[in-house]
């Protein structure tokens, strides 16, 4: 059975919009000044481990408008791992990208209980919403930045639902981002 890892950069205030320069968000970028070596390395070693990605279309259609033309390991594993993408357009993914289907619940459960290593979802807020509702989610990466961006999308929903996690991982970078590694109780 294959696991199901959420990774997020997120503010202080819960926003998960605009982590790297996106354009539309008054304070796009906000991790920028927060790198480090060590939380680079975090990254890489993540994406390197991962077998897929799973990403809402929004994620996806930034994703592979930004990595084809990087280059170096990262960027190397990025453009070559298989992506599984939650849209309804019918038109050719491209970048090793795969449709779900209708039924995103059932089809998410079926790459779960298939052969391989973990599936990764980066970014994607309104595909992780529905994962916690379902319960799908396996690992909830959090690296939460010293930054309060005063609004923007949320991925936690607004439904008065109760998950119990456990906390499996904390690591402080220099310049004060957190990463908390969450695992889901039954």
């Keep these: 059975m294959r696991r199901l890892i959420v990774t997020e950069f997120i503010t202080l205030d819960g926003v998960v919009e605009a982590p790297g320069g996106e354009i539309g968000h008054p304070h796009s970028g906000w991790t920028v000044p927060y790198g480090t070596p060590e939380l680079f390395e975090f990254k890489l070693q993540e994406i390197l481990d991962a077998d897929a990605l799973l990403l809402g279309r929004k994620t996806f259609e930034q994703f592979a408008e930004a990595w084809p033309v990087r280059d170096g390991e990262f960027a190397d594993k990025m453009n070559t791992m298989p992506k599984y993408v939650v849209t309804r357009r019918t038109d050719e993914l491209g970048w090793n990208a795969s449709r779900l289907g209708d039924d995103v619940r059932a089809r998410v459960a079926e790459l779960k209980a298939g052969e391989g290593g ?32 005063g609004g923007g999308t949320r991925m936690f929903p607004d439904d008065r639902g109760r998950a119990a996690l456990e906390l499996t991982r904390l690591d402080r970078f220099d310049t004060g981002a957190v990463l908390h590694v969450y695992s889901f109780r039954g």
């Design 118 to 149: 973990p599936i990764l979802v980066a970014g994607s807020a309104t595909l992780v919403r529905s994962l916690l509702v379902w319960s799908l989610i396996d690992e909830l990466r959090l690296l939460t930045y010293p930054v309060i961006v």
